[in-house]
């Protein structure tokens, strides 16, 4: 693979962990595809929850607008198919995964927030391994929201290998798609400089 320039940085590391997300290799399919499914779900939720008052550039601006539109989007369609019904046993393998707990009334920003904490705050382990047998199929994410420091909502959903490369492939061609789009005018490319001149 070529380099990332970087100006391009913003999108471009998001696509290409994308992109080895659609076809992970090698003996560890489902760990592969938890870190990529992570670390592109981590980038742009980092992004994508900017506060206006820190927006330098038309692409910060693309990213929260996409965080509204994912607040808009709920999670029983394409792509998330969050659905509370009993999931049949998964072709060609005899698994059943348990339904999810708590998600009826989400909005897709709403899901991509629960599971990106339950896998980035280190106050507890709330992704345990999903097994099946002796064989590792995917995660289960154990969700919850605090309000005034107390648990208000908790959630638990079963992710398995393929729901991790819809979601996260999903995700990050739609925040791909959005900062490129937006980038009319350099000013990636400017910041950018700017980074490198202070880190001078």
């Known amino acids: 693979m070529g380099q990332i320039a970087p100006e391009q940085a913003e999108w471009a590391v998001v696509d290409r962990l994308r992109q080895m997300l659609e076809a992970p290799e090698g003996a560890y399919l489902a760990s592969q595809s938890y870190a990529l499914f992570s670390s592109i779900l981590c980038w742009a939720m980092q992004h994508m929850r900017i506060h206006a008052d820190y927006q ?32 049949g046993p998964v072709e060609g393998r005899g698994l059943t995964v348990p339904p999810p707990e708590g998600f009826e009334n989400h909005s897709a920003a709403r899901l991509l927030r629960n599971l990106r904490d339950a896998m980035a705050h280190g106050d507890a382990r709330k992704v345990q391994p999903f097994n099946h047998g002796e064989i590792l199929v995917g995660f289960t994410f154990n969700c919850s929201e605090l309000k005034k420091r107390k648990v208000d909502w908790q959630g638990r959903i079963v992710l398995l290998r393929a729901d991790m490369q819809r979601i996260g492939c999903s995700l990050a061609s739609r925040y791909c798609a959005a900062i490129k789009a937006a980038d009319q005018s350099g000013e990636l490319e400017a910041r950018a400089a700017a980074m490198i001149e202070d880190a001078a």
């Open 56 to 87: 330098l550039t038309d692409g910060d601006g693309a990213a929260s607008a996409l965080m509204a539109e994912l607040e808009n989007e709920q999670v029983n369609i394409e792509p998330w198919c969050v659905c509370s019904e009993p999931a």
